[in-house]
């Protein structure tokens, strides 16, 4: 509790008589004194409250950020527990030799009350944007916050799948340009153009 009593026998200017409010929200002090009260007046157990409750809503949002930064992989979304990269879509035999076939998608996975999950999203079967919104539908079902607006303003850029796919293919895995995500392949004018 932050509120504080003083009979005047205290060090403060002029001896001072009464309650004071005071918490600190956001880096910044809010204080609101009650003078010439013996008794807590419950405006400032109401205030202390409200306060308190605002400066727990600017913690849990911090913490939240500071979970969500962006780290030096290609597959961060700037969302945390969304990924975004090529998943196996299946593998074939071909010619007596086994091929995998590969699809762009974003894939949430974490856990909820100790059950983990994982949920990938085709890119190619959906199209980027559903895509991103249902992934983000389902981390905000699991995690049961309600930041759906949030996680659906911070959408990575298509582009971003030229980064994933060089990062993919550098790690031996054979991914065919036709892969990409259908909005990538039509802003470029060529194939060799969108992977170089």
Avoid at 22 to 40: F, S
Avoid at 59 to 87: L, Q
Avoid at 117 to 123: A, P, Q, R, S, V
Avoid at 167 to 182: A, E, F, H, N, R
Wanted: charged residues 30%; proline residues 4%.
């Amino acid at each position: 509790m932050a509120i504080y009593h003083y009979d005047g026998t205290q060090k403060t200017p002029k001896n001072y008589v009464g309650y004071r409010v005071a918490v600190c929200v956001n880096g910044k002090l809010r204080q609101k004194w009650y003078k010439n009260t013996t008794e807590k007046p419950k405006e400032a157990e109401e205030l202390d409250r409200l306060w308190r409750f605002e400066q727990q809503l600017h913690k849990d949002t911090r913490k939240r950020e500071r979970k969500e930064r962006v780290s030096n992989s290609p597959y961060v979304t700037g969302v945390a527990g969304i990924k975004m990269k090529f998943i196996s879509n299946g593998k074939r035999m071909v010619a007596g030799k086994v091929k995998r076939y590969f699809t762009p998608a974003f894939v949430v996975a974490g856990s909820s009350n100790n059950e983990r999950f994982l949920k990938t999203f085709n890119i190619k079967t959906l199209g980027y944007d559903m895509a991103w919104f249902k992934a983000c539908q389902f981390a905000e079902e699991k995690y049961g916050a309600n930041l759906l607006d949030k996680m659906l303003r911070k959408k990575p850029p298509v582009e971003q799948f030229h980064v994933i796919y060089r990062w993919q293919t550098q790690g031996g895995k054979k991914i065919l340009p036709s892969s990409l995500p259908d909005e990538l392949i039509e802003k470029g004018s060529s194939l060799e153009d969108l992977i170089n």
